[in-house]
């Protein structure tokens, strides 16, 4: 998900998503010439280089691709001997795997959400180490980010972008309505969900449609059942997806589904992730598990952090399970074949500092990996997030760290429990053996 893919981001995180996720359709767009503060040249001597045009390929579209563009104008302003060009992907991992299997793509640099692909693509020696990159900034970025994409020695991306799933978000005027509190655990989650749900009040949204935000549904369960070493084991494969407390995950949120606090089972899996945004905003859903990067988008719908909506962590449901919060990024790559590499690996180290971190942080939605971003440049519920992150820890979002080709499996999976959640067993079953057959690939 974020974008899952955050599909959702969320984005601790504090974001994003987003991910992860996202809904974006393919563009062309570029920026006009500039430079970096962390770069080797100055602006006057690079005035006398030649000029380049580096390729960025990302699916950041909307709102936070404007912000891209707009932080790498900065760059370009420093930089006047280097173009950057932002080429939107809709499909960025084909166009990523077929450029890359060529052996000479048409990109210097590359945003990806997904980890488990980037270190598959870094032992296929198809990726530019960037541990200069991580020295230069010696214990400035998130380790737990860093170490998604390490094999060995050796990172092969950079974490640019920090998200969350912390938690619930929900309307607060909803809740005041009818003098309700949010809920701490599962008990009192479904109580709210039949008062809700008696006045005519989607209880909670899913965004079915897209698959992706059902998994970040489901690893919110599993952690408040075994916590992050049950998610980190699932994640690994050491335990099944039969597993007795994997299924009890499975089992809970069918009750929820077919209790009706997802709304209408009909119609709940039509449900597209964006479109719960303005629902939200409006009250007519009242709680929505996502990532951070819902907090931009619902001020854009013109609620208000702490007025209009809050946030809570997904209810308690074992009391002795530790709680951590499902958190990723957006890392940048570079091709081993990139046209331009020196200026690549120029851009990259920018763009994983605080300068660069700083300019989209307060831009909104966005959490930063570079720990000398201060939280003052946060807005306060993103602040929240990043919060929580260092107060309860993070874990590595579930889908996107499992092999190449098994994650739209579990999101099409778990849409399939969505539409028939009694068949939670043979689903999880289904899952297992799936999972063997991938994770022996790996």
């Not at 860093?146 to 309307?171: H, Q, S």
């Not at 009040?201 to 059942?225: C, H, N, Y």
Request: charged share 20%.
């Amino acid at each position: 998900m974020g974008r899952k893919t955050l599909s959702v981001a969320m984005a601790l995180v504090v974001v994003l998503a987003v991910v992860a996720a996202g809904c974006i359709t393919g563009s062309t767009t570029s920026t006009s010439p500039t430079s970096s503060p962390s770069a080797t040249s100055t602006a006057s001597t690079s005035s006398t280089q030649k000029q380049v045009t580096v390729v960025i390929y990302g699916q950041w579209g909307g709102v936070e691709g404007q912000n891209f563009e707009s932080a790498l104008k900065v760059y370009e302003k420093e930089h006047p001997n280097v173009k950057i060009k932002y080429v939107i992907q809709s499909k960025l991992r084909d166009a990523v795997l077929t450029e890359l299997a060529t052996g000479s793509p048409n990109f210097d640099i590359a945003i990806l959400p997904w980890p488990a692909l980037i270190k598959e693509l870094g032992q296929k020696g198809q990726l530019e180490p960037l541990n200069s990159i991580v020295n230069y900034y010696n214990g400035e970025i998130q380790k737990d980010l860093l170490n998604m994409v390490k094999v060995g020695d050796t990172y092969y991306a950079i974490p640019i972008k920090a998200w969350a799933k912390p938690g619930i978000w929900y309307n607060v005027h909803d809740f005041e309505k009818y003098n309700l509190t949010p809920p701490k655990t599962l008990d009192q989650l479904k109580q709210d969900c039949k008062v809700f749900e008696e006045h005519g009040i989607q209880p909670m949204a899913s965004g079915a449609a897209d698959k992706w935000p059902l998994t970040d549904i489901f690893e919110a369960v599993l952690i408040r059942i075994g916590g992050p070493q049950l998610h980190n084991d699932l994640m690994l494969h050491k335990v099944k997806w039969t597993d007795p407390r994997v299924l009890e995950a499975f089992k809970i949120l069918r009750d929820l589904i077919k209790e009706g606090c997802y709304g209408n089972p009909q119609t709940a899996i039509g449900e597209k992730w964006e479109a719960q945004i303005p629902r939200l905003a409006q009250g007519q859903v009242a709680m929505y598990f996502m990532g951070n990067w819902i907090v931009l988008m619902l001020e854009k719908e013109g609620a208000q952090p702490g007025k209009d909506f809050g946030l809570i962590p997904f209810p308690i449901i074992n009391q002795s399970a530790k709680f951590a919060i499902v958190a990723g990024g957006d890392w940048v790559v570079i091709p081993k074949n990139a046209p331009h590499k020196e200026a690549a690996m120029e851009l990259a180290k920018w763009l994983a500092g605080p300068q660069y971190q700083e300019i989209m942080v307060k831009k909104k939605g966005y959490l930063a990996p570079n720990l000398k971003v201060p939280l003052s440049a946060y807005d306060p519920m993103d602040a929240k997030v990043v919060e929580w992150m260092k107060e309860y820890g993070i874990v590595p979002d579930l889908d996107d760290n499992a092999p190449p080709g098994f994650q739209p499996i579990i999101w099409n999976k778990l849409f399939e429990f969505w539409a028939n959640p009694d068949d939670y067993k043979q689903i999880a079953e289904q899952l297992e053996q799936y999972a063997e057959q991938y994770y022996k690939k790996s």
